[in-house]
Structure formats: C-alpha cells, structure tokens
C-alpha cells in the first residue's frame, strides 16, 4: 500500500438471518482477501458471528481487534459504534502487512447511514462497496416477492413485518450491490420477478444471486464504488442523518443456562412460540440426547438450523474409546478446572434479536424448555429422551 492510497470498504449488510456470515465465511476462503480485517457489528451480547470468523474460532473481545477480527458487539453496535470504530479503524491502518481489504458485516438491524458514517470517518478509508443480501425465500414469503417494499401491495397490519419492512427498506436504498441469497430455495420463475422488484427499488445498484455456493467478492469488481456525497445527500433528504446505530425497537435478549435442553420441549418451544416478531435467533447449545455435541443454532423467521461444531471437553474427557494418552487427558482436566462440576464446558449460550414481546414470548418457552432436576438426574443415569430433531446434522467447514 503507497502513502497515497486508501483502504477499501466492503460492508455486508441486510436483514436478520439473510445470510451474511455464510456469506462471509466463503469470502475467506478466497486467496485474494487472504489478510483481510474484518470488522463484525453485531447486536448480539455474545459475538457469536466474530468467534465464527476468527481463526479456528478463537475467542474475541468486544470492542477489540484480535487477530485482524473487530468484534463490535453490545454496546460497541450502538452507542458506542463511533468512538469505537474510530479506535478499531486506526487499529487496522497500522497493521503490518496492510490489509488488502477491510471487510464489515453488519448487523441486520442497522441503520445504513451512521454505520457508512463512521466507517468512513477516518480519511484512510474509502467505501467500496456497500452490499444488502435478501434472503429470496423470506422475501417470497414474508414481503410478497417484493411488492410490499415497493407499495404495490399494502404492508398488512402484522406489526413486527411492518417494521422489518421499514428496515430492509431503509438498507436497500443505500446499497450499491443487492444479493439475493437462497434462490435455490424458491423457483426461479420467483426469482426473476424479485429481482425485477429489486431494480426497481434501487436502479443504480448490482443485483447478484447467490445460492449454496455463495458469491466471490471479485465478481463485483466492475461495480462502481458509491459516492459518499451522494449516500450523505441521500440520508439528509430521507431525515436519517442523525439516526441511531441500529433499529430502535429491535434488541437483544441473552439466555445463558448449563442445564441441558429437553429435546422433545425444545422441539415444541421452537414450534408454538416463534411469533414474527423473533427476527433472529443464534448461539451454542446442548440437549440431553446429545450430550458431546456442541450445535450452533441459527434462527431466522421459521427457518431452523443446528450445525455440529465440535465436541465438548468433558465428553472428550470420558474418553470412551480409550484413545486419549495420559498427558492428554492431564491437559483436559486442567482446562476443565473452574468448569461446572457435573455439565463441565457444557452450556446454552443464545441471543435473542427482535421486537420486545416476541424475545420475551420465546425466551420463556426456550427457558421452559430446559431439563428440571429430575430430569438432570435421569440425565446421569443414562436414560434416553425422546429426540424429534433430525439425526443427520451438517457440520461446518
């Protein structure tokens, strides 16, 4: 990098759960962005999307760069964003070697403006691309392909769609690229009539499609970059210039718990209690029929998710098939030390992002949900429980 040039910008926005961090990851594996920074803004208290995108899931500290990871999480996504993207961004310039690109995923609840704002707020950095992603099968289902957001057909009297209307609305008047992602999941008849609607919504702007494969960053290389004053004039035109960070009326709810969930009533919360106000749900968690999996969960709309992690340490500790040498499980039982004395490593770990009735609807079913203390004890004795999930859980990359 010559004294004269700038670092390039990519944000990754769009609404909850239409598949950034998927997105993301793919990007990773691109040798031309090898050395990237990522910078995650998350809503979330847990960083959940950082831990996933940092090397081998190393663990991040909220409002610091590690490892070329920013984890902008809690109060670093919203009252803090400025001052604390002004700290991580003078970070990243003194990075050695210098970042071929500075890569921003950005929670699903953001307001588009403040976040080009800070981003841009020190002279080193440019916007390079600002990109929403659309979940094609949410967009099918919840926003009639579309009409909805462009007013041919009346947004409803759902409230909590009403809102997620208003913000999906607000990011794509903003972006310079669309990608519509999961267009496997709808025909592709579908397909094209979303992306007519997209166009019409933000003419200037890409429109790409991505499907299991995702997308390379590189095939949006003849997109222009926006112009900042364009994107200024436009927020002033709209009064969002002195917006918040992020959607006023959607927060955060954590659940952190050892006991293990109850498959069966899990099952059941997931089923009778997930109003469309729940945007999204995401974190770590154990059921009883499947002690040794770690399952990251990953919840948007009605669409469910368990993806296997890993193995926790106090099941690998059982060591039931004897393959463990003694210095190994030395170092386990060390590691284990200040753990829970009878779930060890184990725990749930899960934010709740939406409206406020919904989190607290679904944080008391999800809460209901987990074992009582005879069932813990049915736990020990080895008793099976009833388990409705599939059997067949994808693991990831």
């Known amino acids: 990098m010559t004294g004269s040039s700038k670092f390039p910008v990519t944000v990754l926005t769009g609404f909850l759960g239409s598949g950034k961090t998927t997105l993301l990851r793919r990007w990773q594996r691109d040798e031309t962005l090898q050395g990237a920074a990522l910078i995650i803004h998350d809503l979330s208290e847990l960083g959940i999307d950082a831990e996933l995108l940092s090397s081998e899931g190393a663990a991040t500290t909220a409002g610091e760069l590690h490892d070329r990871v920013a984890a902008l999480h809690g109060i670093h996504a919203r009252d803090q964003l400025k001052s604390s993207l002004e700290l991580t961004l003078a970070q990243i310039a003194d990075l050695t070697p210098p970042p071929p690109q500075v890569l921003c995923e950005s929670t699903g609840a953001a307001r588009p403006w403040p976040l080009i704002s800070a981003l841009t707020q020190d002279s080193r950095f440019f916007l390079r691309h600002f990109i929403v992603t659309v979940d094609a099968l949410n967009l099918h289902r919840d926003f009639s392909d579309g009409r909805i957001l462009t007013g041919e057909q009346d947004r409803g009297r759902d409230p909590a769609l009403q809102h997620a209307a208003e913000v999906l609305a607000e990011q794509l008047a903003f972006a310079s690229v669309i990608i519509l992602t999961k267009v496997d999941a709808v025909d592709q008849g579908i397909v094209a009539s979303q992306v007519d609607r997209l166009r019409q919504l933000r003419p200037s702007a890409t429109v790409a499609l991505s499907a299991q494969a995702g997308l390379l960053l590189g095939q949006l290389d003849a997109t222009p970059a926006p112009e900042l004053s364009s994107l200024r004039r436009l927020a002033e035109r709209l009064g969002l210039s002195d ?29 009778n209690n997930l109003g469309t106000g729940m945007y999204r749900t995401k974190g770590y968690l154990w059921m009883a029929s499947r002690p040794g999996q770690v399952l990251l969960w990953q919840q948007s709309g009605s669409q469910v998710a368990l993806e296997l992690t890993g193995h926790w340490r106090a099941e690998i500790l059982r060591n039931a098939d004897g393959r463990l040498l003694p210095e190994e499980i030395d170092f386990l039982k060390g590691q284990l030390q200040s753990a829970h004395p009878l779930f060890g490593d184990r725990v749930n770990e899960l934010t709740l992002i939406g409206l406020k009735d919904a989190r607290v609807n679904f944080a008391r079913a999800l809460r209901s949900a987990l074992c009582t203390d005879e069932e813990v004890a049915a736990w020990q004795r080895g008793e099976t429980f009833p388990d409705p999930w599939p059997q067949s859980i994808r693991e990831i990359e």
């Not at 992020?246 to 006991?259: K, L, P």
């Open 243 to 271: 917006t918040s960070a992020t959607a006023a009326e959607v927060d955060a709810t954590v659940i952190r718990d050892s006991r293990p969930f109850h498959p069966e009533r899990l099952h059941e919360a997931v089923r």
